[in-house]
Nanobody
Framework: QVQLVESGGGLVQPGGSLRLSCAASGSIFSIYIMGWYRQAPGKQRELVAWFKSGRMTNYVDSVKGRFTISRDNAKNTVYLQMNSLKPEDTAVYYC???????????????WGQGTQVTVSS
């Protein structure tokens, strides 16, 4: 089971940008699904952006056109570039991995510790 460590969260004003990073303990090349979830206070954790079957990217409607997921296989790292941030993007963001996709659409077994993103003026 791969271990994941997120970084890059922080406080940003509305309209600003942040880039989150998810560093894996091993190779991510063959991991079937890798994605970013977020959980706002009092709300359920939701899937925000994900890779499925390699480089195919997907986004929840609320972040389309603003967020971009990318990966660097050489660095075993997945990124989430977040632009035009809104207060409703405030949440703890988690990285998740499902090695073979067998749990889809449920999350995979590997989680990071999360990184807080706060969008506020």
């Amino acid at each position: 089971q791969v271990q994941l460590v997120e970084s890059g969260g922080g406080l940003v004003q509305p309209g600003g940008s942040l880039r989150l990073s998810c560093a894996a303990s091993g190779s991510i090349f063959s991991i079937y699904i890798m994605g970013w979830y977020r959980q706002a206070p009092g709300k359920q954790r939701e899937l925000v952006a994900w890779f499925k079957s390699g480089r195919m990217t997907n986004y929840v409607d609320s972040v389309k056109g603003r967020f971009t997921i990318s990966r660097d296989n050489a660095k075993n790292t997945v990124y989430l570039q977040m632009n035009s941030l809104k207060p409703e993007d405030t949440a703890v963001y988690y990285c998740n991995a499902d090695s073979d996709g067998s749990r889809w659409p449920r999350p995979g077994d590997s989680w990071g510790q999360g990184t807080q993103v706060t969008v506020s003026s």
